[in-house]
């Protein structure tokens, strides 16, 4: 049984940014499908689709890589945790690495990066960081 399924998102995207692989796959759900339109919005990613599968749809998502094969993702944290929820407010949220990095909110108008967060002035729960 698996408790945070967002965790186990960051950390197959994590392993497979590691090895290099340009795609990987996970089960589906509606915020992982926000968390990976926030990383294409953002440039993290170049694309994602779902794969209709039995008995549990897929979430295919093509990793981004450098011209020379550096990597875009460098490190990807989880914030908030299921022992440890972390929300904050708009005004809280500040840059991750002075702006080179993104923080992705969940909130009551969907999962957002926190620059689009500060600028609809909706706070909401910290899941992870990317940079």
């Not at 440890?84 to 990066?113: E, F, Q």
Request: proline letters at 5%.
């Amino acid at each position: 049984m698996m408790t945070d399924p967002i965790a186990d998102m960051l950390t197959r995207i994590r392993n497979a940014v590691s090895v290099e692989r340009p795609t990987v796959e996970m089960p589906i759900s509606k915020v992982k499908r926000g968390v990976a339109e926030v990383l294409k919005r953002e440039g993290y990613i170049w694309d994602w689709a779902e794969i209709e599968d039995q008995p549990i749809s897929q979430l295919r998502i093509e990793l981004k890589y450098g011209p020379s094969g550096e990597k875009v993702i460098r490190k990807i944290k989880r914030i908030s945790k299921p022992g440890r929820r972390v929300y904050s407010r708009s005004k809280d949220l500040r840059p991750v690495l002075d702006g080179l990095g993104i923080s992705i909110v969940s909130t009551s108008s969907g999962v957002m990066s926190d620059r689009e967060a500060r600028q609809k002035q909706i706070g909401g729960e910290v899941l992870c960081e990317v940079y």
